[in-house]
């Protein structure tokens, strides 16, 4: 049930949307699941009105998908849709880093470097939930210190799509070895002012993950 004393200043439609759309991103609803608007006003303690707008607005982002007399589903998601975003996103990121590169001071490299040690033990930790936590603060952090509103603008929505490949695809860890490096790889860079190394790192390390999307068989 949604905590309405914290947030009952804001629209409830606004509150039903949020929360169904992070339980969507982050694979707690799953792809091909069907949303009964009956069910989810009962677990979530509200009217099916705000549920049916909400659905309806997810739907226009591509996370619902309504078949006629069939009802709402949450949208599957094909290696298509993943090679597309990466291939965007790969280039954005480059160029968030790129800027990074020049544009972060002394203390931002310091919260840079700390939040790859946090993803580093969570590796070593085995913990799939730190490790997608701290990898999506590393990136959005490069964004956030690239200092350009549009290009974080841009990224930000690519990087919520993103979430949701992680929850859905990373359950076994197979990047996860390999990502320490290539995170080093781009930090070194950018904390060493060398803006074209820090793009290249940042595109390589979404190309890489692409790759494996393309060749593994259990993404088909």
């Known amino acids: 049930m949604l905590n309405f004393d914290i947030q009952s200043h804001r629209p409830l439609r606004e509150i039903v949307y949020e929360e169904l759309r992070s339980l969507i991103l982050t694979g707690k609803i799953k792809p091909g699941t069907r949303m009964m608007e009956i069910e989810l006003a009962e677990d979530m303690g509200v009217s099916r009105t705000p549920i049916r707008e909400a659905i309806r607005k997810l739907e226009k982002e591509g996370l619902v998908t309504i078949e006629p007399r069939k009802g709402a589903y949450a949208s599957e998601v094909s290696v298509k849709d993943m090679v597309d975003i990466l291939e965007v996103r790969g280039n954005l990121e480059g160029l968030a880093a790129y800027f990074a590169a020049t544009r972060m001071n002394d203390t ?5 470097l700390s939040i790859s040690d946090d993803f580093d033990r969570a590796v070593a930790a085995g913990d799939m939930a ?4 701290s990898d999506t603060r590393f990136h959005h952090y490069i964004v956030e210190c690239c200092k350009n ?3 974080m603008h841009m990224v930000e929505q690519l990087q919520e799509l993103v979430l949701r490949f992680r929850y859905i695809y990373f ?3 197979k990047r996860a070895e390999e990502m320490p490096a290539e995170h080093k790889i781009i930090y070194s ?3 060493n002012c060398e803006e074209e190394t820090a793009r290249f790192g940042a595109v390589n390390h979404i190309d890489k993950l692409k790759e494996m999307i393309l060749k593994d068989e259990s993404f088909e």
Do not use: P
């Open 189 to 191: 860079a950018i904390l």
């Open 149 to 151: 509103n549009y290009l």
């Open 130 to 133: 730190g490790m997608i936590s």
């Open 108 to 112: 931002e490299k310091q919260t840079l």
């Open 171 to 173: 359950k076994d860890f």
